[in-house]
């Protein structure tokens, strides 16, 4: 069996995990129905005990059997499996029964996914800057547990410290994406033509593969003018 030769879920990787999930899955308990608040956080206990005794997941059977009764309830909740509640819902569920089925370090990955779709789907129901700072807190948390992934046996804060790392790296294009005004003021020197790798005064498709060669290797690009038809083909350059 090639899944007994996969590396085991160990559990300081687990409590990074866990802790990502129960704080991913908190702020969605002002709007997800009280039930499925409920069975989410004691799917993530039962988890969090198996890990801690040591135990093994639960069979398969039993977890598909689960799985359909959770689909059930969303149904009947909701009347349908499609939109934004019952799409959050089914998310947050299979979120802890993903926890409850891992077996092996590399599950982490499609745990995280999960995990940073919900932290991302909170922000469709509120964009307050108490619910911005719970999932920048869920995302640290969630870039431990991959950090805990690539290096098991590292200390709690030095996984820490990458995580932050990581995400403090990331901020800028956070800005740059959805607060541009922001990030002109905190960045004044970074202007959108800078992206303008091969000079001709415009930033468009004709920059990236310029970008990519000047990123590997090191190229100095000159600048290039290319003209188009009318159906948007290049004819000149």
Request: proline share 5%.
């Given at each position: 069996?090639?899944?007994?030769?996969?590396?085991?879920?160990?559990?300081?990787?687990?409590?990074?995990?866990?802790?990502?999930?129960?704080?991913?899955?908190?702020?969605?308990?002002?709007?997800?129905?009280?039930?499925?608040?409920?069975?989410?956080?004691l799917?993530?206990?039962?988890?969090?005990?198996?890990?801690?005794?040591?135990?093994?997941?639960?069979?398969?059977?039993?977890?598909?059997?689960?799985?359909?009764?959770v689909?059930?309830?969303v149904?009947?909740?909701?009347?349908?499996?499609?939109?934004?509640d019952?799409?959050?819902?089914?998310?947050?569920?299979?979120?802890?029964?993903?926890?409850?089925?891992?077996?092996?370090?590399?599950?982490?990955?499609?745990?995280?996914?999960?995990?940073?779709?919900?932290?991302?789907?909170?922000?469709?129901?509120?964009?307050s800057?108490?619910?911005?700072?719970?999932?920048?807190?869920?995302?640290?948390?969630?870039?431990?547990?991959?950090?805990?992934?690539?290096?098991?046996?590292?200390?709690?804060?030095?996984?820490?410290?990458?995580?932050?790392?990581?995400?403090?790296?990331?901020?800028?294009?956070?800005?740059?994406?959805?607060?541009?005004?922001?990030?002109?003021?905190?960045?004044?020197?970074?202007?959108?033509?800078?992206?303008?790798?091969?000079?001709?005064?415009?930033?468009?498709?004709?920059?990236?593969?310029?970008?990519?060669?000047?990123?590997?290797?090191?190229?100095?690009?000159?600048a290039?003018?290319?003209?188009?038809?009318?159906?948007?083909?290049?004819?000149?350059?």
């Amino acid at each position: 069996d090639s899944e007994r030769l996969l590396p085991a879920l160990d559990r300081r990787q687990g409590t990074w995990l866990l802790a990502a999930a129960a704080l991913t899955a908190a702020p969605h308990a002002m709007w997800l129905p009280g039930w499925v608040s409920a069975l989410c956080m004691l799917l993530l206990a039962w988890r969090g005990l198996l890990l801690w005794r040591g135990s093994r997941p639960p069979h398969r059977l039993l977890l598909l059997c689960i799985t359909l009764a959770v689909a059930v309830g969303v149904r009947t909740e909701f009347g349908q499996f499609f939109g934004k509640d019952p799409g959050v819902a089914l998310l947050a569920l299979l979120l802890g029964l993903k926890l409850l089925e891992t077996r092996a370090a590399r599950d982490i990955r499609s745990a995280v996914l999960l995990c940073l779709f919900l932290q991302l789907s909170i922000f469709l129901e509120d964009q307050s800057l108490p619910i911005a700072t719970l999932a920048l807190c869920g995302t640290l948390l969630t870039l431990g547990a991959l950090v805990a992934l690539s290096d098991p046996a590292g200390r709690f804060g030095s996984q820490l410290r990458t995580a932050a790392t990581l995400l403090m790296q990331g901020i800028p294009f956070m800005l740059a994406l959805f607060y541009p005004t922001l990030y002109a003021q905190m960045y004044p020197d970074c202007d959108l033509l800078l992206s303008d790798v091969n000079g001709d005064g415009v930033v468009n498709f004709a920059d990236i593969d310029p970008f990519v060669a000047a990123a590997t290797g090191g190229i100095s690009y000159q600048a290039w003018t290319y003209e188009y038809d009318a159906e948007n083909r290049l004819i000149a350059a």
